[in-house]
């Protein structure tokens, strides 16, 4: 009974972490056999992607899991829409790239743009399906096939870009398959994709500021420094957002369940999360500094993982908080905070890095996440005044 209850957490835990343990791998390989200069490069490029598809997923994520659990009968609809929907920003993203003289390969970026779509078509569904297994042994699966590639062939700049392609295609593939009964293409239309574009907007904008929280920092350090450096930082950075994953995956099973729990039980779970991140926090930061020193042999101050310490601690004080903040549909005291954070990490940044480096980077990041708590739990005190206890 007890190992049913553990359950989806341990597998929400395990999919959380398969894409960022993948990249640890996949870093590793190219680090050591190539330098980190080359993984730099991938950097660059997987940054540019990963702006192109804040857009194309017209913040869809947290939409489409509300959307599910509302209307489970209507789930082939509401993905249809999507696909079509994200389908349009993709193509016009792409002409835009297109015709923006920008240095990059166009072609692998157009490549890449459709990969990374053809998965995140259902990611959304994945978790409302609880699929944390099954996306997590495809994912092992692709990137063990990946650094079989690696080790066993000489690689370019370009054919690691071209490998990391092919993955996410293969990636979209299983998925598809994963969830062929919902895909009616009978529902893929111009209307319903317009539809789906009109009703997910308001979550647009908590995406786009909420990019710029999350990565403001590693675009600013692409701008100025080097793609050794660069490559180093997103190597720590990985490892804080792992921390990050881990929180939200200890939750992540009982989100729906969330939306519907009365306030004393909301912040009941609250303190034990934190007290979950007070515990696992200490030990997170001793094994990244293991794996940072030992694997890749990389040598950051002592103040580094300090305050990636900080920053993997104030995510667990926040993040109930923020799913209060989408619960209530307060979009727009959620986009305020986010964009409150993001000026804070892009302008902490902009002042901060060119004097500090790495250590100026990761500063600037937590005062974004310390903005973000008073924001988060002053937005959380104010929800609790509903009627009969509840949110």
Excluded at 39 to 44: C, E, F, I, M, T
Excluded at 104 to 112: D, E, G, P, R, S
Excluded at 324 to 353: D, F, H
Aim: glycine fraction near 8%.
């Amino acid at each position: 009974m007890q190992f049913r209850r553990i359950k989806p957490i341990l597998f929400s835990v395990l999919a959380q972490f398969a894409t960022p343990v993948t990249r640890i791998f996949l870093s590793l390989a190219v680090i050591r056999l190539y330098s980190n200069e080359c993984w730099g490069a991938y950097v660059q490029y997987y940054l540019v992607i990963t702006l192109c598809m804040v857009a194309v997923n017209w913040g869809s994520r947290d939409f489409l899991l509300r959307a599910f659990s509302r209307e489970p009968q209507a789930i082939q609809k509401t993905l249809s829409g999507s696909m079509a929907g994200k389908t349009a920003i993709a193509l016009a993203v792409v002409l835009v790239l297109w015709l923006t003289p920008v240095p990059f390969n166009k072609a692998l970026i157009a490549l890449w743009i459709g990969g990374q779509l053809s998965w995140q078509f259902f990611e959304s569904l994945n978790t409302y399906r609880r699929l944390f297994l099954q996306a997590s042994l495809a994912e092992l699966g692709l990137t063990g096939m990946m650094i079989a590639v690696i080790l066993s062939l000489p690689m370019t700049i370009t054919g690691l870009l071209a490998l990391f392609i092919v993955s996410e295609w293969a990636k979209g593939l299983v998925f598809a398959i994963f969830n062929r009964k919902y895909l009616a293409v009978k529902w893929i239309s111009f209307r319903s994709g317009l539809a789906f574009l009109k009703d997910a907007a308001p979550f647009l904008l908590v995406v786009l500021t909420g990019a710029a929280a999350a990565r403001g920092d590693l675009y600013m350090l692409a701008l100025k420094m080097d793609e050794g450096h660069l490559a180093q930082y997103q190597v720590l950075s990985n490892f804080i957002q792992s921390g990050h994953l881990l929180a939200s995956a200890i939750l992540l099973p009982f989100i729906k369940n969330l939306y519907r729990l009365p306030k004393d039980s909301v912040y009941r779970l609250e303190r034990r999360f934190l007290q979950a991140g007070l515990l696992m926090t200490p030990l997170l930061v001793l094994f990244i500094y293991g794996v940072v020193h030992f694997g890749y042999g990389f040598r950051f101050y002592a103040t580094d993982y300090l305050l990636s310490a900080g920053l993997i601690l104030t995510y667990f004080l926040y993040f109930i908080r923020m799913q209060m903040a989408y619960r209530q549909n307060r979009l727009p005291e959620l986009t305020i905070i986010l964009l409150i954070m993001g000026l804070c990490k892009v302008g902490g940044s902009i002042w901060l890095v060119p004097a500090y480096g790495i250590t100026g980077a990761l500063t600037a990041a937590l005062i974004s996440y310390l903005a973000g708590i008073v924001g988060f739990w002053r937005t959380g005190n104010r929800v609790g005044s509903g009627d009969n206890g509840y949110f």
